[in-house]
């Protein structure tokens, strides 16, 4: 089964509110991380938080990680319309270095 | 801009065909991944790969096989297709603690 899964699975806003996405995985990490995935396209990395860390800040990304509940969350400050994409985490399951994928949040930002 | 290329980027070949899916990086990753992923839905790992000569499979079984000859280099084969195996197929790279770097994909439909 897979590692992750995210909550909601697909999420809706208007442009320049905020945008929370959740990922819950199952076995113990070394890191977590984010991904991004336009319509279809290859993967791009947003964040990359490891298991030592509890915050992270990339420009408009906030990603925390919470070890104990095993779970993480994704904040998308000021949403455009350009950040319209689904969203995955990724874990090194368990410490294998094979990353495997949540199952994604669809989000949307209306204009 | 990440180095990693997948060819062909669609293919739509007839049912008992062999095909060879192709992925390069140029980035001397030791580490790579064959992902499956079917439209608005998550990834799942198929294969991977810690180095030359080592190959694993991942946690949706697969029927295709793959290679790891070359560093540079992990082409996935199907040796004979089926409409079943019609799916987008997402081929990454990595370092052992860094963030993954994706392919642009490679849709294949099989009629």
């Known amino acids: 089964s897979q590692q992750g899964e995210e909550d909601p699975q697909a999420l809706s806003i208007q442009e320049g509110e905020n945008a929370t996405m959740n990922c819950s995985y199952k076995?113990?990490?070394?890191?977590l991380q984010w991904y991004r995935q336009n319509s279809g396209r290859g993967l791009v990395h947003l964040i990359l938080i490891r298991s030592n860390e509890r915050e992270k800040h990339s420009g408009r990304l906030r990603v925390t990680l919470d070890t104990s509940k095993k779970s993480s969350s994704l904040l998308i400050t000021a949403s455009r319309a350009a950040d319209t994409a689904s969203y995955f985490c990724a874990t090194d399951a368990g410490g294998t270095y094979k990353y495997i994928f949540g199952t994604g949040t669809r989000l949307k930002v209306l204009a | 801009e990440a180095d990693i290329y997948q060819t062909p980027r669609y293919l739509v070949i007839g049912t008992g065909k062999k095909i060879t899916l192709e992925c390069s990086q140029t980035m001397g990753h030791d580490k790579m991944y064959w992902y499956q992923q079917d439209p608005g839905m998550e990834l799942h790992l198929i294969h991977y790969s810690y180095g030359v000569n080592s190959t694993e499979k991942g946690d949706l079984s697969s029927e295709s096989t793959v290679s790891r000859i070359r560093t540079e280099h992990f082409p996935l084969t199907l040796e004979s297709a089926r409409p079943s195996h019609t799916s987008q197929y997402l081929c990454?790279?990595?370092?052992?603690?860094?963030?993954?770097?994706f392919g642009q994909g490679t849709r294949l439909t099989v009629v």
């Open positions: 990454a790279s990595s370092e052992y603690t860094t963030e993954a770097f």
């Open positions: 076995t113990s990490i070394n890191n």
